[in-house]
């Protein structure tokens, strides 16, 4: 299947984190990927990350929409904190449940490498949110 997976935030650490975690996942699932990003006009515009995940020959992707900090103006979005009904926590952890979110819509993806890394860098609030979702 293919997706077309956007990502919106304004904590930029976290969020590059999050696509780089979930680029390598995708490769582990023998995904094509293509990435575009959109770099803001000012410092309180969000930033954008588009990924194409292709997984077979059809050209039509499955689109989901993530805004991690309730920053996109449409009601299409597929998970936001306000859509999951979840705080924005000052710290961000809150990435980190909807990102575990995204690995339950695209089934094929494998949580192993996310939940590795997040155990090596000692990061367990941020694993139990992956993990709760």
């Keep these: 299947m293919n997706y077309k997976v956007v990502l919106a935030g304004h904590n930029t650490e976290v969020l590059n984190l999050v696509v780089k975690l979930f680029i390598?996942?995708?490769k582990e699932a023998d995904y094509a990927i293509k990435i575009e990003s959109k770099l803001p006009e000012n410092i309180f515009e969000p930033h954008y990350y588009t990924i194409l995940l292709k997984g077979s020959e059809?050209?039509?992707f499955h689109e989901v929409i993530v805004d991690f900090d309730d920053v996109i103006d449409i009601e299409q979005k597929d998970y936001s904190p306000s859509k999951l009904m979840i705080?924005?926590?000052k710290n961000s952890?809150?990435?980190w449940y909807i990102f575990g979110h995204i690995f339950r819509r695209i089934?094929?993806?494998s949580t192993a490498f996310v939940t590795g890394?997040?155990?090596e860098q000692k990061k367990e609030?941020?694993?139990k949110n992956f993990r709760s979702a």
């Design 125 to 127: 609030a941020e694993l």
């Design 93 to 95: 952890l809150h990435y």
């Design 24 to 26: 390598v996942s995708a």
């Design 117 to 119: 890394y997040l155990i």
């Design 58 to 60: 059809k050209n039509s």
């Design 87 to 89: 705080n924005i926590d």
């Design 107 to 109: 089934d094929d993806l």
